[in-house]
């Protein structure tokens, strides 16, 4: 993959994940569960990719991060939620770069 398509897939996938955590506002999702929908949808991608996308979105402030435990279980995750600058850039009043939408 050269190096305009590696940096066009990334713009892409970032806008994918913002719009997931926007649908999924009330519940959040992880990396795993975003990952599975986007595979779902013909987007073929790996949680690495996801992850990367998730942090590059936290570093904007458009998705935050809550850390949810299930110590019975034995199981923590980090759940990925849409912020309002998120949902700014989704209706299109606020810009950000790095983010394909469409």
Known sequence: M????????KHMLRGQVLILCNELKEVGAG???ICMILNKQNTVC???EIADACYYLKG??????????NEQADIQRDIAFITSDGID???GTVAADGIALG
Not at 60 to 69: A, H, S, T, V
């Open 46 to 48: 790996t949680e690495k």
């Open 60 to 69: 904007k402030k458009l998705i935050d991060f809550k850390l949810f435990r």
């Open 31 to 33: 990396v795993t569960l």
């Open 2 to 9: 050269n190096n305009t398509t590696a940096i066009a897939r």
């Open 89 to 91: 850039v989704l209706e």
